[in-house]
Structures are given as C-alpha cells and as structure tokens.
C-alpha cells in the first residue's frame, strides 16, 4: 500500500489517498464534486530505523588505552 498525493482542480482541495500500486489513479475528487484530479509527486517520508543498532555510537569501535612504551618508562 502506498499514500498518494492528489489535487482536485474544481474545488482546489489536495488530500491524500492510500491505494495499492496496482490500483488506477482516481479520477474523481473525495468531496464528490465532478471533476478532474491530478495525482502529485510528493516527497517520501524517507527510511524510519527502529530498535538498536541505528546510531552511530552503536557500532563506534571503543578507542584503545595507550600503553606505555619503553622511553615513558623513565629508564634512562
């Protein structure tokens, strides 16, 4: 199922209509009034990423402690 934006040219109004991809574009208006409607592009709500595992600091690698070398051990 997708949602498809619609403009209706009689009355002006945009609303939205969900409907298979297989479906026809409608051809008449939800209001009811005769008249053509036109099927808009739209711009999609994008990927939602729910649960872990999404952000950044999930898969950040821990930064190792440094080891002290020989020439910090203070020999001299």
């Known amino acids: 199922m997708a949602t498809y934006d619609y403009h209706c040219n009689t009355c002006g109004k945009d609303f939205e209509h ?6 026809d574009a409608l051809t008449e ?4 009034q005769k ?3 036109e099927r808009r592009i739209s ?9 872990s595992g999404f952000y950044v ?7 190792t402690p440094s080891t002290p070398t020989s020439s910090d051990s203070g020999n001299a």
């Not at 711009?43 to 649960?51: D, E, H, L, V």
């Open 43 to 51: 711009a999609s709500a994008g990927i939602i990423f729910k649960g």
């Open 18 to 23: 969900v409907q298979s991809m297989k479906e």
């Open 57 to 63: 600091t999930d898969y950040k690698k821990e930064s």
């Open 29 to 32: 208006c939800l209001c009811g």
């Open 35 to 37: 008249g053509s409607v």
